[in-house]
């Protein structure tokens, strides 16, 4: 049905939500995958999507879409042709970059309703690790660094 079909009574759905408070709290349960669409259907809706109201209360009250993805290193082995012999691919497991250590390096990439919101940078250290907990945290960072020498 769209938005000037009626619904029964000869009014459409814009008519019956009159105001941008309505229209935004029936939009707030809208799927972000369907925002992109009904930003096109009017300027009214696009205007109440693209309002920063919009995503607060999205957030607020929990319709945000969430999602966390690993970010990988990609590489071609075919590009190795070029004299780059820089990615050793023994250097990485299904999370990142293996260390001297053994500890894991990953980035995550945040997602809210689709748009990028952040990224998290993880140093991942390995419980069995042969190496002293000091030692590892003194080669990954200064904040690590002071961690280890409570």
């Known amino acids: 049905m769209s938005a000037s079909q009626p619904l029964g009574l000869g009014l459409g759905i814009l008519d019956v939500l009159q105001d941008d408070d309505s229209l935004r709290s029936a939009l707030l349960r809208t799927p972000a995958s369907d925002h992109a669409k009904l930003r096109q259907t009017c300027s009214r809706i696009r205007e109440i999507i693209d309002s920063p109201l919009f995503a607060q209360e999205r957030s607020e009250d929990g319709f945000a879409e969430v999602s966390v993805s690993l970010v990988l290193p990609q590489h071609d082995d075919?590009?190795?042709?070029?004299g780059d012999d820089d990615f050793d691919s023994e250097q990485y497991n299904d999370l990142g970059y293996i260390g001297e250590y053994g500890e894991t390096s990953s980035e995550a990439t945040i997602l809210v309703d689709g748009?990028?919101?952040?990224t998290i940078s993880m140093q991942l250290l390995p419980l069995d690790s042969q190496y002293n907990?000091?030692?590892?945290?003194?080669?990954?960072s200064d904040e690590l660094q002071e961690i280890t020498t409570l």
Do not use: C
């Open 115 to 118: 748009n990028k919101a952040g």
């Open 133 to 140: 907990f000091h030692e590892v945290g003194d080669s990954i």
């Open 78 to 82: 075919d590009d190795n042709d070029n």
